[in-house]
């Protein structure tokens, strides 16, 4: 029986009921976060956390009663406090904003530590695509845009999804194809406000940063699961048909050269060789006295 787990805090937005889900799937979740924020530009704020280096933790994941196949998530930004810290001889502390614990000073008072701002979270949803693999492909909401978030790689015929969405794609054919006027109305009616719609391999993750409204916008992971539901029924089967995921083809050849070699090993003696030549000169070196 599947075990309920408590929400990652008492946020409405996370209202409802929420399942323990698996080691394996952890692992899944975390993978999948950090390959759907590579579909954003390389050089977006969002996806660099405006600092370089940085990449996505997972810090809460929960299965949903909306749809088992569906995850909702909580990731967090992780950076090098050093980064943000400056060139200065001043002592930092992540966990102090005001006195620092180091030795009092003549005054009694410690010196003072500079601490650097939270670190910025992420809420969403997440689906799994099996069997499919697809290219890096990024839906990104407009009203918050950013001043260096280039424009849309490819414009759609909707003029009420474009006033929406930029998007941004490495296969254009691909984000048209998938792009049908079934996943442009899930787009516009379905998914939360101010959400981005990343997807990679075998994952549709959809987020939004964990911050102001969203965090009083009641049931709305909930409803985000609902809806990266919906859009993964909702892409055509024959353009995941395309895309298919080929990794176990590729375990199954390395398996097989792993065998190979193995076995290579097994019946390998001294002095002998499946190579004719390499045969011949070592019966001669054996055949021939020690001067």
Avoid at 150 to 177: I, K, N
Avoid at 189 to 194: G, I, K, L, R, T
Avoid at 231 to 248: E, G, I, N, Y
């Amino acid at each position: 029986m599947p075990t309920t787990t408590a929400a990652p805090d008492a946020s409405a937005c996370w209202r409802g009921d929420w399942r323990a889900v698996t080691p394996l799937t952890e692992v899944w979740t975390q993978s999948a976060v950090v390959r759907t924020v590579r579909a954003l530009p390389q050089l977006h704020p969002w996806r660099l956390g405006d600092v370089k280096g940085s990449t996505r933790l997972l810090q809460w994941v929960g299965g949903s009663d909306v749809d088992p196949r569906a995850l909702a998530v909580l990731a967090v930004t992780a950076r090098d406090p050093g980064l943000e810290a400056g060139d200065d001889d001043l002592p930092h502390d992540l966990t102090l904003t005001g006195l620092g614990a180091g030795p009092a000073g003549a005054t009694g008072m410690a010196p003072l530590r500079r601490a650097p701002g939270e670190a910025p979270r992420w809420a969403g949803a997440l689906v799994r695509l099996p069997g499919a693999w697809l290219p890096p492909v990024a839906w990104l909401p407009r009203a918050l845009r950013d001043l260096d978030d280039p424009g849309t790689a490819w414009s759609t015929e909707s003029l009420d999804f474009a006033a929406r969405y930029t998007v941004h794609t490495a296969d254009l054919r691909a984000s048209a194809a998938l792009l049908t006027p079934a996943v442009m109305a899930l787009l516009l009616d379905a998914v939360p406000s101010e959400a981005a719609l990343t997807l990679a391999g075998d994952a549709v993750h959809l987020w939004w940063p964990y911050r102001g409204t969203a965090l009083a916008d009641v049931g709305r992971a909930a409803r985000a699961v609902r809806a990266v539901t919906r859009l993964a029924d909702a892409f055509p089967h024959f353009v995941l048909d395309q895309f298919p995921d080929r990794s176990a083809v590729v375990e199954d050849e390395l398996a097989q050269r792993t065998a190979a070699a193995r076995t290579y090993r097994a019946g390998r003696r001294p002095g002998t060789s499946v190579d004719p030549v390499l045969q011949r000169i070592y019966d001669q070196a054996r055949a021939t006295p020690p001067a």
